[in-house]
Protein backbone atom coordinates (compact mmCIF):
# COMPACT_ATOMS: atom_id res chain seq x y z
CA UNK A 1 0.00 0.00 0.00
CA UNK A 2 1.30 3.68 -0.77
CA UNK A 3 0.63 6.92 0.82
CA UNK A 4 0.98 10.72 -0.17
CA UNK A 5 0.39 13.28 2.25
CA UNK A 6 2.19 16.43 3.10
CA UNK A 7 2.70 14.91 6.70
CA UNK A 8 3.74 10.82 7.12
CA UNK A 9 1.81 8.34 7.77
CA UNK A 10 1.37 4.64 8.93
CA UNK A 11 1.48 2.95 5.67
CA UNK A 12 4.98 1.00 4.69
CA UNK A 13 5.43 3.85 1.98
CA UNK A 14 5.11 7.00 2.67
CA UNK A 15 6.43 10.69 1.23
CA UNK A 16 5.27 13.86 0.20
CA UNK A 17 3.74 15.71 -2.69
CA UNK A 18 5.92 18.11 -4.90
CA UNK A 19 4.79 22.00 -4.12
CA UNK A 20 6.12 22.87 -7.52
CA UNK A 21 8.21 25.84 -5.61
CA UNK A 22 11.31 24.94 -3.79
CA UNK A 23 9.73 22.40 -1.65
CA UNK A 24 10.64 22.71 2.24
CA UNK A 25 10.39 19.82 4.85
CA UNK A 26 9.79 17.32 1.69
CA UNK A 27 10.31 13.38 2.49
CA UNK A 28 9.94 10.28 1.44
CA UNK A 29 10.15 6.71 3.54
CA UNK A 30 9.76 3.36 1.98
CA UNK A 31 10.35 -0.01 2.64
CA UNK A 32 10.09 -1.72 -1.01
CA UNK A 33 6.98 -3.05 -0.06
CA UNK A 34 6.43 -4.10 -4.20
CA UNK A 35 7.94 -6.45 -6.59
CA UNK A 36 8.83 -4.22 -10.01
CA UNK A 37 11.27 -4.93 -12.71
CA UNK A 38 11.87 -1.39 -12.39
CA UNK A 39 11.16 0.87 -9.22
CA UNK A 40 8.28 2.99 -9.36
CA UNK A 41 5.97 3.17 -6.53
CA UNK A 42 3.13 4.61 -8.22
CA UNK A 43 5.48 7.30 -10.26
CA UNK A 44 7.57 8.16 -7.56
CA UNK A 45 10.88 7.45 -9.02
CA UNK A 46 12.73 8.24 -12.11
CA UNK A 47 14.90 5.76 -13.60
CA UNK A 48 18.69 5.80 -14.74
CA UNK A 49 17.92 3.21 -17.73
CA UNK A 50 14.29 4.70 -18.58
CA UNK A 51 14.75 8.16 -18.44
CA UNK A 52 18.55 8.32 -18.55
CA UNK A 53 18.74 5.91 -21.39
CA UNK A 54 23.07 5.30 -20.70
CA UNK A 55 22.33 3.44 -17.44
CA UNK A 56 20.38 0.58 -15.86
CA UNK A 57 17.32 0.74 -13.96
CA UNK A 58 16.75 -0.18 -9.84
CA UNK A 59 14.36 -3.25 -9.29
CA UNK A 60 12.42 -4.49 -6.38
CA UNK A 61 11.34 -7.20 -4.58
CA UNK A 62 9.77 -7.23 -0.93
CA UNK A 63 11.48 -5.24 1.23
CA UNK A 64 14.60 -5.34 -0.90
CA UNK A 65 15.65 -2.83 -3.79
CA UNK A 66 19.07 -3.84 -6.00
CA UNK A 67 20.15 -2.99 -9.27
CA UNK A 68 19.55 -4.87 -12.49
CA UNK A 69 22.65 -6.91 -14.62
CA UNK A 70 24.97 -4.51 -15.99
CA UNK A 71 24.39 -3.46 -19.38
CA UNK A 72 27.84 -1.83 -19.60
CA UNK A 73 31.02 0.14 -17.88
CA UNK A 74 29.65 2.42 -14.89
CA UNK A 75 26.30 2.06 -16.04
CA UNK A 76 25.44 1.85 -12.42
CA UNK A 77 21.49 1.14 -11.85
CA UNK A 78 19.76 4.64 -10.69
CA UNK A 79 16.54 6.13 -9.05
CA UNK A 80 15.78 9.33 -7.88
CA UNK A 81 12.67 10.44 -6.10
CA UNK A 82 10.09 12.83 -8.10
CA UNK A 83 9.07 16.56 -7.09
CA UNK A 84 11.15 19.46 -6.09
CA UNK A 85 13.46 19.18 -3.43
CA UNK A 86 15.28 21.63 -1.35
CA UNK A 87 19.15 22.25 -1.67
CA UNK A 88 19.67 20.50 1.52
CA UNK A 89 18.89 16.68 1.79
CA UNK A 90 19.43 13.81 4.16
CA UNK A 91 19.48 10.29 2.45
CA UNK A 92 19.59 7.14 4.62
CA UNK A 93 19.41 3.41 3.78
CA UNK A 94 19.84 0.53 5.74
CA UNK A 95 22.04 -2.47 3.81
CA UNK A 96 21.26 -5.68 3.03
CA UNK A 97 23.73 -8.87 2.11
CA UNK A 98 21.86 -11.67 0.98
CA UNK A 99 25.69 -13.59 -0.12
CA UNK A 100 28.60 -12.20 1.10
CA UNK A 101 31.30 -11.69 -1.71
CA UNK A 102 34.76 -10.98 -1.36
CA UNK A 103 35.60 -9.85 -4.90
CA UNK A 104 35.52 -6.54 -6.52
CA UNK A 105 33.38 -4.26 -7.27
CA UNK A 106 30.07 -4.74 -5.42
CA UNK A 107 28.42 -1.01 -4.09
CA UNK A 108 25.51 0.43 -2.56
CA UNK A 109 24.92 3.64 -3.39
CA UNK A 110 23.19 7.21 -2.18
CA UNK A 111 22.52 9.84 -4.03
CA UNK A 112 22.22 13.97 -3.44
CA UNK A 113 20.91 16.48 -5.61
CA UNK A 114 20.79 14.38 -8.83
CA UNK A 115 19.50 15.23 -11.78
CA UNK A 116 18.80 12.20 -14.71
CA UNK A 117 17.98 13.28 -18.06
CA UNK A 118 18.30 11.60 -20.96
CA UNK A 119 21.98 10.90 -21.97
CA UNK A 120 23.19 12.91 -18.55
CA UNK A 121 23.13 12.24 -14.89
CA UNK A 122 24.36 14.77 -12.55
CA UNK A 123 24.67 15.28 -8.71
CA UNK A 124 26.80 13.53 -6.03
CA UNK A 125 27.10 9.84 -5.47
CA UNK A 126 27.66 8.21 -2.36
CA UNK A 127 28.89 4.77 -2.60
CA UNK A 128 29.69 1.94 0.06
CA UNK A 129 31.40 -1.20 -1.36
CA UNK A 130 30.10 -4.32 0.10
CA UNK A 131 33.01 -6.47 -1.23
CA UNK A 132 35.07 -7.94 1.75
CA UNK A 133 37.91 -8.43 0.13
CA UNK A 134 37.85 -4.23 -0.80
CA UNK A 135 36.63 -2.04 1.35
CA UNK A 136 36.36 1.93 0.69
CA UNK A 137 33.59 4.94 1.25
CA UNK A 138 33.09 7.27 -1.90
CA UNK A 139 31.63 10.75 -2.50
CA UNK A 140 31.99 11.13 -6.46
CA UNK A 141 30.67 14.15 -8.73
CA UNK A 142 28.81 12.86 -11.80
CA UNK A 143 29.82 15.29 -14.30
CA UNK A 144 26.84 14.01 -17.26
CA UNK A 145 27.65 11.98 -19.74
CA UNK A 146 28.23 8.30 -18.94
CA UNK A 147 31.73 7.54 -17.29
CA UNK A 148 32.44 11.09 -16.52
CA UNK A 149 32.97 11.57 -12.99
CA UNK A 150 35.26 12.97 -10.33
CA UNK A 151 36.68 12.12 -6.75
CA UNK A 152 35.75 14.34 -4.00
CA UNK A 153 36.50 12.44 -0.61
CA UNK A 154 36.68 8.53 0.13
CA UNK A 155 38.06 6.38 3.05
CA UNK A 156 38.78 2.87 3.24
CA UNK A 157 35.32 1.46 4.68
CA UNK A 158 33.21 -0.97 3.35
CA UNK A 159 29.17 -1.90 4.68
CA UNK A 160 28.05 -4.87 5.92
CA UNK A 161 24.65 -6.60 6.10
CA UNK A 162 22.47 -4.81 8.50
CA UNK A 163 24.42 -1.31 8.19
CA UNK A 164 22.75 2.11 8.34
CA UNK A 165 24.26 4.19 5.89
CA UNK A 166 23.38 8.07 5.82
CA UNK A 167 24.52 10.98 3.83
CA UNK A 168 23.73 14.56 4.16
CA UNK A 169 24.59 17.49 2.21
CA UNK A 170 24.62 20.99 3.67
CA UNK A 171 25.55 24.05 1.52
CA UNK A 172 28.17 22.69 0.02
CA UNK A 173 29.58 20.63 2.77
CA UNK A 174 28.69 16.41 2.26
CA UNK A 175 29.05 14.42 5.49
CA UNK A 176 28.89 10.25 4.98
CA UNK A 177 27.86 8.39 8.04
CA UNK A 178 28.02 4.47 9.23
CA UNK A 179 25.55 3.54 12.03
CA UNK A 180 25.68 6.87 13.22
CA UNK A 181 29.20 7.81 13.30
CA UNK A 182 30.90 10.40 10.95
CA UNK A 183 32.91 8.30 8.14
CA UNK A 184 33.69 10.76 5.73
CA UNK A 185 33.49 14.21 4.24
CA UNK A 186 34.17 16.52 1.46
CA UNK A 187 32.89 19.98 -0.40
CA UNK A 188 31.65 20.52 -3.96
CA UNK A 189 29.62 23.49 -5.12
CA UNK A 190 28.84 22.73 -8.47
CA UNK A 191 25.27 21.61 -8.02
CA UNK A 192 22.64 23.55 -6.03
CA UNK A 193 19.39 21.20 -7.05
CA UNK A 194 18.25 17.82 -7.69
CA UNK A 195 16.65 15.02 -5.71
CA UNK A 196 17.94 11.95 -3.24
CA UNK A 197 18.17 8.58 -4.38
CA UNK A 198 19.48 5.28 -4.46
CA UNK A 199 22.19 3.17 -6.78
CA UNK A 200 24.16 0.15 -6.93
CA UNK A 201 27.27 -1.01 -8.97
CA UNK A 202 28.84 -4.00 -9.94
CA UNK A 203 31.73 -5.98 -12.01
CA UNK A 204 29.15 -8.93 -12.75
CA UNK A 205 26.05 -10.32 -12.51
CA UNK A 206 25.55 -10.66 -9.02
CA UNK A 207 22.51 -8.70 -8.91
CA UNK A 208 20.10 -9.76 -5.70
CA UNK A 209 22.97 -10.41 -3.29
CA UNK A 210 22.81 -7.24 -1.97
CA UNK A 211 20.82 -4.21 -1.94
CA UNK A 212 18.94 -2.17 0.55
CA UNK A 213 15.73 -2.86 2.27
CA UNK A 214 15.07 0.56 4.22
CA UNK A 215 15.30 4.06 2.28
CA UNK A 216 14.40 7.26 3.98
CA UNK A 217 15.23 11.04 2.32
CA UNK A 218 14.09 14.13 3.50
CA UNK A 219 15.18 17.86 3.64
CA UNK A 220 17.72 19.03 6.05
CA UNK A 221 16.71 22.04 6.42
CA UNK A 222 16.34 21.96 10.34
CA UNK A 223 18.01 23.45 12.83
CA UNK A 224 19.72 20.55 14.89
CA UNK A 225 20.51 19.01 11.21
CA UNK A 226 22.77 22.24 10.21
CA UNK A 227 24.21 22.02 14.05
CA UNK A 228 25.33 18.71 14.11
CA UNK A 229 27.26 18.98 10.58
CA UNK A 230 28.46 23.06 11.04
CA UNK A 231 30.74 24.68 12.61
CA UNK A 232 28.92 24.42 15.90
CA UNK A 233 30.17 20.97 16.04
CA UNK A 234 34.09 21.94 14.67
CA UNK A 235 33.75 24.17 17.72
CA UNK A 236 32.36 21.71 20.40
CA UNK A 237 35.22 19.42 19.53
CA UNK A 238 37.91 21.67 19.87
CA UNK A 239 35.80 23.08 23.26
CA UNK A 240 35.06 20.08 24.77
CA UNK A 241 37.51 18.43 27.25
CA UNK A 242 37.12 14.56 28.59
CA UNK A 243 34.76 14.88 31.29
CA UNK A 244 32.30 15.84 28.56
CA UNK A 245 32.99 13.21 25.07
CA UNK A 246 30.96 14.64 22.49
CA UNK A 247 28.12 12.25 21.31
CA UNK A 248 26.11 13.95 18.72
CA UNK A 249 24.07 16.75 18.85
CA UNK A 250 22.06 15.72 21.97
CA UNK A 251 25.14 14.90 23.32
CA UNK A 252 26.52 18.34 22.89
CA UNK A 253 23.40 20.16 24.45
CA UNK A 254 24.00 18.04 27.40
CA UNK A 255 27.28 18.76 28.01
CA UNK A 256 26.40 22.42 27.67
CA UNK A 257 24.46 22.54 30.19
CA UNK A 258 26.49 20.43 32.45
CA UNK A 259 29.37 22.93 31.48
CA UNK A 260 26.91 25.90 32.47
CA UNK A 261 26.17 23.87 35.73
CA UNK A 262 29.57 23.46 36.26
CA UNK A 263 30.64 27.16 35.91
CA UNK A 264 28.00 28.17 37.79
CA UNK A 265 29.01 26.41 41.04
CA UNK A 266 32.63 27.66 40.46
CA UNK A 267 31.06 31.47 40.22
CA UNK A 268 29.21 30.63 43.24
CA UNK A 269 32.14 29.26 45.04
CA UNK A 270 34.24 31.93 44.35
CA UNK A 271 31.52 34.36 45.34
CA UNK A 272 31.97 33.10 48.86
CA UNK A 273 35.30 32.69 48.69
CA UNK A 274 34.98 37.00 48.16
CA UNK A 275 32.52 36.84 50.24
CA UNK A 276 34.08 35.43 53.28
CA UNK A 277 37.12 37.14 52.42
CA UNK A 278 35.84 40.37 52.76
CA UNK A 279 34.06 39.56 56.25
CA UNK A 280 37.60 38.82 57.40
CA UNK A 281 38.59 41.89 56.22
CA UNK A 282 35.88 43.89 58.02
CA UNK A 283 36.85 41.76 61.22
CA UNK A 284 40.29 42.76 61.07
CA UNK A 285 39.72 46.07 60.55
CA UNK A 286 37.27 46.25 63.43
CA UNK A 287 39.32 44.68 65.67
CA UNK A 288 41.81 46.95 65.10
CA UNK A 289 39.54 50.17 65.74
CA UNK A 290 38.74 48.20 69.15
CA UNK A 291 42.60 48.16 69.75
CA UNK A 292 43.16 51.57 68.79
CA UNK A 293 40.23 53.31 70.52
CA UNK A 294 40.35 50.65 73.91
CA UNK A 295 37.20 49.17 72.75
CA UNK A 296 36.40 45.98 74.73
Same mark, same amino acid.
Given at each position: MLCLVL???SSSTTGSASNGG?? $?? %??? *?????????VISESGKWISGGTTGVDWDNVQTTTNFAFGTPPTGQYTDPTAVLTGTWAADQTTEATVRIKTVNASCCHEVELRLRTTIAPHSITGYEINCSVATG !???? $? +? +?????????? *? @?????? *?GCADGDVLKAT? =?????? +? @? #?? /? +??? =? %? /????NYASGAPGIGF???? !?? =?GYYGFSSFTASDATSQSAQLVNGPFQMHL? $????????????? /???????? #??QLQSRLENRAAAC??? #???????? #???ALREASCVV
Open positions: ASCGA $QN %QSY *TTDFPLTEA !NLYM $Q +V +VRWNGPLNSF *T @YVATSP *TI =VGSTIT +V @Y #KN /G +VQI =V %Q /GTDSYETD !NN =VK $QEQSALFPFDGFE /GSMRAIGE #KRATS #KMNGIHRY #KAA
